[in-house]
């Protein structure tokens, strides 16, 4: 099966999450593991853990299951309060991803707020720094590339290997977006700048950090800056990309979901846009 999934949601339990996965087809999934917009949430319960093995279970073809961090952290913020509750409920977070045993975590680096990249990324450091030394768990931590809006960080590779080089430690790794790189000034959209960028990438931050792929068309054009997610091929990205990253061998056993949006026109969109996935890996035209 391909390691191809979306993102999915846990409304009623995990375990829901693991059957509607299921009834979609996916060979790998992510998920939140907490309400995205709020700092505190209930504990997780044993009933609950209970239940979502028992659905993996009885749902072998999903797999790796992993989960999308808040949206709240700001580990890049001048504000020592915002950066010591985000160290804080992250940690929560990972409580959660060690009981679930799902083996990543893609966070945003942050935004540095007109202090400065070179200073926002030294405190992302540091926060993930202090976050893994009162950690034990092994979930990797894997920073996500960013369309460049505002003054958040990650919209250069250079500011995902300066993270990762500089925690120095094997639970960091990165997760490129599709729809975020290119509102970013990574032209992906033909053969030729698909490989000239995966290229840089590699050179920049290493393809052996990338442990998760976001596959997202964009409504905004090259180098926007905005992060607007839209359908596989419907977007300024276009089609062709998305062939390349499913037939890019460099790529098989990396887990691949998309972001887009869940409905058009009111109708359910992630199977269209997983079945055309599917056709890209498999379509040798």
């Not at 945003?108 to 893994?132: C, N, W, Y």
């Not at 290997?161 to 990574?186: P, Q």
């Not at 792929?213 to 839209?230: C, Q, T």
């Not at 887009?260 to 079945?275: F, H, I, W, Y």
Request: one cysteine or more.
């Amino acid at each position: 099966m391909l390691l191809l999934g979306a993102h999915t949601s846990i409304a009623g339990g995990y375990h829901k999450a693991v059957v509607r996965g299921s009834k979609l087809g996916l060979g790998t999934m992510q998920i939140f593991t907490k309400n995205q917009l709020r700092w505190c949430s209930k504990p997780i319960k044993k009933q609950d853990i209970e239940l979502y093995k028992k659905a993996l279970s009885e749902h072998r073809g999903i797999k790796p299951v992993f989960a999308h961090g808040s949206y709240l952290y700001n580990f890049a913020s001048p504000g020592r309060q915002l950066v010591e509750q985000s160290i804080h409920f992250i940690q929560d977070e990972l409580d959660r991803c060690t009981g679930l045993n799902l083996p990543f975590l893609i966070i945003h680096p942050g935004s540095h707020m007109d202090s400065g990249e070179a200073d926002g990324i030294k405190r992302v450091i540091t926060s993930l720094e202090t976050v893994l030394t009162r950690d034990a768990g092994r979930t990797v931590i894997c920073i996500e590339t960013t369309a460049g809006q505002g003054t958040c960080l990650g919209f250069r590779f250079e500011h995902l290997k300066d993270i990762i080089n500089g925690t120095g430690v094997k639970r960091i790794g990165a997760c490129l977006d599709t729809c975020h790189i290119f509102a970013a000034g990574y032209d992906i959209r033909t053969y030729s700048s698909y490989q000239s960028t995966i290229e840089l990438f590699d050179k920049i931050v290493g393809l052996s950090h990338l442990k998760v792929i976001h596959l997202n068309d964009s409504k905004e054009g090259l180098g926007s800056g905005i992060d607007r997610h839209a359908h596989i091929g419907m977007g300024m990205i276009g089609m062709k990309c998305f062939q390349y990253f499913m037939r890019d061998e460099r790529f098989k056993t990396i887990p691949k979901v998309i972001e887009t949006p869940k409905k058009l026109d009111g109708k359910e969109m992630d199977r269209v846009n997983l079945d055309i996935l599917r056709k890209c890996a498999a379509d040798t035209g």
